[in-house]
């Protein structure tokens, strides 16, 4: 058990819907990752949040959005659901450069 | 960003070291090389990173070319839990960002 925590565990919805995803860190890190895995891909960095600010940005789509609220938990936004858009989307939560530790993630599948 | 280019797969049989190579011809002098592994429908965990030295811990050893071009990530003794996809990636020093390849997915045979 990493100490990140995802929910929820599955979402099943149709095109054109809006969703969110929450991911809750560690105890103390200050980092909020969060990337997509697609069918048999490797990760993709979508954003990271430090702090409640907006740190860095990788490949998320306009109709994504993030942030990261004062008690440290994050939420992802996902919107105008595509088909393409059904992946794993996992949180990462870290304190320093060396390590990132990984929630469980959240399947999404989208009809 | 610096890519590191991994064997799709690898097997190995189980109680034998296992010897996973990365090649990372342009890597620069502030890029930390770091190694995650994903097993089957978990998310990922972090193994081992390093600069220049080779680095143990209770996981797995980080041997790194002299010249930095390459490494492997030495498990010395693989059990069935082992098996896994293994990630080599590129973290520039005072950058938070890991950019991710496909990764070698470890096979173990008992």
């Known amino acids: 058990d990493s100490g990140v925590t995802q929910t929820p565990k599955h979402l099943i919805t149709a095109t054109g819907q809006r969703v969110t995803l929450r991911c809750s860190p560690r105890?103390?890190?200050?980092?909020v990752y969060w990337y997509q895995q697609s069918l048999d891909q490797g990760l993709q960095f979508l954003i990271q949040?430090?702090?409640?600010?907006?740190?860095a940005k990788g490949n998320i789509l306009e109709r994504f959005s993030a942030q990261q609220f004062p008690d440290l938990h994050s939420e992802l936004n996902l919107s105008s659901l595509e088909l393409g858009d059904s992946a794993l989307y996992f949180c990462a939560s870290s304190r320093s450069f060396n390590e990132q530790f990984f929630g469980p993630g959240t399947r999404l599948t989208v009809l | 960003d610096a890519k590191t280019t991994q064997p799709n797969s690898m097997e190995s049989n189980e109680e034998e070291p296992v010897h996973l190579p990365c090649n990372h011809s342009?890597?620069?002098?502030?890029?930390?090389i770091h190694w995650y592994r994903q097993l089957p429908s978990q998310g990922p965990e972090y193994v081992i990173h390093?600069?220049?030295?080779?680095v143990n811990n209770r996981m797995a050893s980080l041997a790194i070319a002299e010249d930095r071009k390459s490494s492997t990530l030495i498990l010395h003794r693989a059990t069935l839990r082992d098996a896994a996809v293994y990630y080599c990636i590129l973290r520039d020093m005072g950058n938070y960002q890991l950019i991710w390849g496909a990764g070698t997915k470890l096979i173990i045979k008992p």
């Open positions: 949040y430090y702090n409640g600010e907006e740190r």
């Open positions: 105890s103390g890190d200050l980092s």
């Open positions: 342009t890597i620069s002098g502030t890029d930390y």
């Open positions: 390093g600069l220049t030295s080779n």
